[in-house]
């Protein structure tokens, strides 16, 4: 079973100046997100420096209310993220903490977390972006690696099983879309991890896309790999951004290739028996992070500004 689903625009980060988020405050937002989607992943809300502000202290307010959301709407729930190098909160990149303290603090985190929604997220992006491009573990940047060792990879996701025994736990990245250096290394630490009986359910591609280089013609081939390893697959984070011309309107011939790019995706995932999540990053160009992440670049969505869907939308649509 397929669903498909978007990141929800619930505030935060890129969109920060423009509060109250459109998850909130654009009825126009809401109706469409409730009727075009199956799934849904907070775009920031369980983030640590949005969900854990404090050590200690959670703040579940926009996660709580987009987790209601999906259940009102009858949509699956994808949990992002718990381990990241990435938006921690400056309480915890910059405190002064012993390993022992800051282990604790992991396992509060996914306790609290995880347990929070239990039985009622379908997946977990348990470890997000822990290696780089040529498949090296993040162990500078990602502070529970460089503190704790890569141990802690494991730990967490059997602290997230046992917080919450029927979500499907994740391993998720961006550039691992392809067979290659940073794809293998998933593989084979996966491999051991699943050796070592590590609760690993899933691996998933971001699949973050620019129609300036060429679609990644592995997909479906890397994404078997993993299926069959008995794992879960999923692409997350669709989208195909592209450089804007001087008028900032996309060209009828990027359009097109965007289109070709979202339906290869789509055709990759349906090609996989348990791929089971095709999952684009945002659903409009009005609240995308694309303009303000890549300078220059834009349109990376499947609706316009105006919510008026473009040929991406038809493209996926007749894919299905
Ligand atoms: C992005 C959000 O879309 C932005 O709002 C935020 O400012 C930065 O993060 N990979 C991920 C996502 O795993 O969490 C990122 O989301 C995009 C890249």
């Given at each position: 079973?397929?669903?498909?689903?978007?990141?929800?625009?619930?505030?935060?980060?890129h969109?920060?100046?423009?509060?109250?988020?459109?998850?909130?405050?654009?009825?126009?937002?809401?109706?469409?997100?409730?009727?075009?989607?199956?799934?849904?992943?907070?775009?920031?809300?369980?983030k640590?420096e949005?969900?854990?502000?404090a050590?200690?202290?959670?703040?579940?307010g926009?996660?709580?209310?987009?987790?209601?959301?999906a259940?009102?709407?009858?949509?699956?729930?994808?949990?992002?993220t718990?381990?990241?190098?990435?938006?921690?909160p400056?309480?915890l990149?910059e405190?002064?903490?012993t390993d022992?303290?800051?282990r604790?603090?992991?396992h509060?985190?996914?306790?609290?977390v995880v347990?929070r929604?239990?039985?009622?997220?379908d997946?977990?992006?348990?470890?997000?972006e822990?290696?780089?491009?040529s498949?090296?573990?993040?162990?500078e940047?990602?502070?529970?690696i460089?503190?704790?060792?890569?141990?802690?990879?494991a730990?967490a996701?059997r602290w997230a099983?046992?917080?919450?025994?029927?979500?499907?736990?994740?391993?998720?990245?961006?550039?691992?879309e392809?067979?290659?250096?940073?794809?293998?290394?998933y593989?084979?630490?996966?491999?051991?991890l699943l050796?070592?009986d590590?609760?690993v359910?899933?691996?998933?591609?971001q699949?973050?896309l620019?129609?300036q280089?060429?679609?990644p013609?592995?997909?479906e081939?890397?994404?078997?790999?993993?299926?069959?390893l008995?794992?879960?697959?999923a692409?997350?984070?669709?989208?195909?951004?592209?450089?804007?011309?001087e008028?900032?309107e996309?060209?009828?011939?990027?359009?097109?290739?965007?289109?070709?790019?979202?339906?290869?995706?789509?055709?990759?995932c349906?090609?996989?028996?348990?791929?089971?999540s095709?999952?684009?990053?945002?659903?409009?160009d009005?609240?995308s992070?694309?303009?303000?992440f890549?300078e220059?670049?834009?349109?990376?969505?499947?609706?316009?500004?105006?919510?008026?869907p473009?040929?991406?939308y038809?493209?996926l649509?007749?894919?299905?």
């Amino acid at each position: 079973d397929l669903v498909i689903g978007t990141a929800v625009a619930g505030g935060g980060h890129h969109l920060e100046q423009d509060y109250p988020d459109p998850f909130t405050s654009d009825k126009e937002y809401r109706k469409l997100l409730a009727r075009h989607f199956s799934s849904v992943s907070a775009e920031n809300q369980m983030k640590w420096e949005y969900i854990h502000p404090a050590r200690g202290e959670y703040d579940f307010g926009m996660a709580d209310a987009i987790v209601e959301f999906a259940e009102r709407h009858g949509q699956d729930v994808r949990g992002h993220t718990l381990f990241w190098h990435s938006q921690n909160p400056a309480w915890l990149e910059e405190g002064d903490f012993t390993d022992e303290e800051l282990r604790e603090i992991l396992h509060d985190h996914i306790t609290t977390v995880v347990g929070r929604y239990e039985g009622r997220i379908d997946q977990w992006d348990v470890a997000n972006e822990i290696f780089d491009s040529s498949g090296e573990l993040r162990t500078e940047e990602n502070i529970w690696i460089r503190e704790l060792g890569p141990g802690i990879i494991a730990d967490a996701f059997r602290w997230a099983h046992e917080a919450d025994p029927s979500a499907e736990l994740y391993f998720n990245d961006y550039g691992v879309e392809d067979v290659n250096a940073k794809s293998d290394a998933y593989y084979e630490l996966i491999r051991e991890l699943l050796a070592d009986d590590v609760p690993v359910h899933g691996f998933s591609a971001q699949v973050h896309l620019s129609t300036q280089y060429g679609f990644p013609g592995s997909l479906e081939e890397n994404l078997q790999r993993f299926d069959d390893l008995g794992l879960g697959t999923a692409l997350t984070e669709v989208d195909v951004r592209m450089r804007l011309p001087e008028s900032g309107e996309p060209t009828p011939e990027q359009l097109e290739q965007q289109a070709d790019y979202y339906e290869q995706a789509l055709s990759a995932c349906l090609g996989v028996e348990g791929c089971g999540s095709f999952t684009i990053w945002g659903f409009t160009d009005k609240y995308s992070w694309v303009p303000v992440f890549f300078e220059g670049e834009g349109s990376a969505t499947i609706m316009d500004g105006q919510f008026t869907p473009k040929p991406s939308y038809f493209a996926l649509k007749s894919t299905l």
